[in-house]
């Protein structure tokens, strides 16, 4: 479909997987987002979650990865993504430098019983810079530098007038200054973002204080979402100790913030194809658009 765009979420957690009966409604894989747009394939990091999206998919496969970082919790789906072992199928992946050299370390002995060359696939890597962007068919997608130990990249994919905004791990008032997103989700029709973090968690008033680790919390979500002017803000990377319950009360919390706002979970379908509106640079304002909750399902 020439003007696809949409969404499907396969990991939604952070730092660890989850499971058991109170994490079953959310899910508890790891990060990892599948975007259509046209006839390509992007694929936003490579946690956990990237198992079951690679089940799915039957040779021939292509698609794009856009990897933000090389913390465990993005990228170790990828030596169990099934679709790389198969010949004849094309996989480009993009991300900070020492993409390659870090998907090959964690599939050296003794972390994994074959290494990357075992993947007969075709892959091939690229590293990208902030402020960079790529064309995926006709698609745009731009990398940020987000606030994270060990660096980050958020990404913004623009396509048929309507725009996605990636940005996980990321901690947006470090030393009272946002760290880019603002910027980068200017205008957005979606933005996944951050919200690891209730405030009592991140300030410590509920056991340790998390200020510094390179996490936001559900508050500032809805705060760069508001100031940001977008669209819908999906809250990710629920911590791993938020079940269920708590996911839901803090979605309902956050909508007396920001009232556009859903919690990411696996299984869940964005279609932003089936928006209206003009081109995705002459929307970049402070004014938020309506609503569209009708295009989740």
């Known amino acids: 479909m020439r003007d696809q765009f949409s969404i499907r979420f396969w990991g939604v957690r ?8 109170d994490f ?16 390509e394939r ?3 990091d490579a946690g956990t979650g990237l198992f079951p999206l690679g089940q799915t998919l039957r040779a021939p496969v292509r698609a794009s990865f856009f990897v933000s970082h090389f913390h465990w919790d993005h990228i170790q789906g990828f030596p ?17 430098q020492g993409l390659e050299a870090t998907l090959r370390r964690q599939m050296q002995t003794p972390n994994f019983p074959v290494t990357l060359d075992a993947m007969r696939a075709h892959l091939e890597f690229r590293s990208m810079e ?31 007038g309507k725009s996605l905004v990636y940005a996980t ?5 470090a030393a009272g200054e946002d760290d880019g997103t603002v910027e980068l989700a200017r205008g957005a029709d979606v933005l996944i973002y951050d919200a690891q973090y209730t405030d009592d968690e991140y300030y410590g008033r509920s056991g340790p204080p998390r200020e510094g680790w390179g996490h936001s919390t559900v508050s500032e979500a809805c705060r760069i979402a508001r100031v940001a002017g977008v669209r ?15 996911v839901e009360a803090l ?3 956050a909508r007396n913030l920001f009232p556009n706002v859903i919690a990411a979970r696996e299984g869940l379908v964005v279609d932003l194809s089936q928006l209206a509106g003009a081109d995705d640079a002459a929307r970049w304002g402070d004014k938020p658009a309506e609503p569209f909750f009708d295009s989740l399902f």
């Open 80 to 96: 169990f993504f099934r679709p790389a072992y198969v010949p004849g199928n094309l996989f480009t992946l993009h991300g900070p």
């Open 232 to 246: 819908q803000l999906v809250l990710f990377h629920h911590d791993p100790t938020h079940d269920d319950d708590t």
């Open 169 to 173: 791990d990321t901690e947006a008032f």
């Open 251 to 253: 979605t309902e919390e």
């Open 130 to 160: 902030s402020g960079a962007e790529v064309r995926i068919g006709g698609a745009r997608v731009r990398a940020v530098a987000l606030n994270h130990p060990q660096g980050c990249f958020g990404y913004r994919i623009s396509y048929a």
């Open 24 to 39: 079953a409604r959310v899910g508890g894989n790891t990060s990892c987002v599948e975007v259509r747009v046209g006839d």
């Open 14 to 21: 952070g730092s660890l997987a989850t499971s058991g009966a």
């Open 42 to 44: 992007i694929i936003l």
